[in-house]
């Protein structure tokens, strides 16, 4: 009679517990992804500095100069489009690129921003009373000197 009254006790127990595992379970990895991303703009700031400060020859000109904003722009992206994870759907990536001048010794600013959208933790979160924004911004910074 007792093991009797114990039968269904284990899928209840599993009905109980299981919300709570899976907003852990998809909070660890939606929280890993935005620290991928952390991590992947901030080399992309890197790469698009490292690639500002270098002068390069011009043979049609005989001529040495630094890569334009444009050209730094198209690196972080290129680096940032290949490695984002945005689970959330499109997010934004700015590029911001400040010039102290284009001699050695200047100093080249690139600073990267993204938007993370959330894709599981918001909606879980939402039906607590919107405990997590519906997305973040991350942001990246790199100084370099001219060479």
Do not use: C, H
């Amino acid at each position: 009679m007792n093991s009797r009254k114990q039968r269904g006790v284990a899928a209840v127990e599993f009905a109980i517990v299981a919300p709570l595992l899976f907003v852990l379970l998809f909070g660890i990895i939606e929280f890993s992804v935005v620290l991928f991303d952390q991590a992947t703009i901030t080399n992309a700031s890197r790469e698009g500095a490292r690639a500002g400060i270098v002068y390069r020859f011009d043979v049609n000109t005989d001529q040495v100069t630094p890569l334009d904003n444009a050209g730094i722009e198209t690196i972080v992206n290129n680096y940032a489009g290949g490695y984002l994870k945005s689970l959330g759907g499109a997010s934004s990536l700015t590029t911001i690129i400040i010039r102290e001048g284009t001699n050695a010794g200047d100093d080249l600013t690139v600073t990267v921003n993204y938007t993370y959208t959330f894709l599981v933790l918001r909606p879980l979160m939402g039906l607590l009373g919107g405990i997590l924004p519906d997305a973040i911004n991350l942001s990246a910074t790199s100084v370099m000197r001219m060479e």
